[in-house]
């Protein structure tokens, strides 16, 4: 069982920057493939980011390649979302996910275990 705490959302002008963590709890969180996603107004959630167990492995959508990257410290069960070059398309909510497997996930029925989401909002 993973329990999953999105913060570091906010309003940010476009080309600003954020950093997104997600804090883990369990003790095998760094067995686990982690994802990224966001959901804006009337659209689905979309995927945005995943990482391997060890990090070393990442994929992007792209829609962000270039501008965000995905990293973890599993000494401190914590997933990070760099998000640079803003723009007010990427306005949404962030949500955190995590499944065990040994693929990276880039769908969202492929993961067992959701944050609450936390909110980005990029102006003009």
């Known amino acids: 069982q993973v329990q999953l705490v999105e913060s570091g959302g906010g309003l940010v002008q476009a080309g600003g920057s954020l950093r997104l963590s997600c804090a883990a709890s369990?003790?095998?969180?760094?067995?686990?493939?982690v994802g990224w996603f966001r959901q804006a107004p009337g659209k689905e959630r979309e995927f945005v980011a995943a990482?391997?167990?060890?990090?070393?492995?990442?994929y992007y959508a792209d829609s962000v390649k270039g501008r965000f990257t995905i990293s973890r410290d599993n000494a401190k069960n914590t997933v990070y979302l760099q998000m640079n070059s803003l723009k007010v398309e990427d306005t949404a909510v962030y949500y955190c996910?995590?499944?065990?497997?040994?693929?990276?996930?880039?769908?969202?029925?492929?993961?067992?275990?959701w944050g609450q989401g936390t909110q980005v909002t990029v102006s003009s």
């Open positions: 990482a391997s167990w060890s990090g070393h492995s990442t």
């Open positions: 996910a995590a499944v065990i497997s040994i693929t990276l996930v880039t769908t969202t029925g492929g993961y067992d275990y």
């Open positions: 369990g003790r095998t969180f760094s067995t686990y493939v």
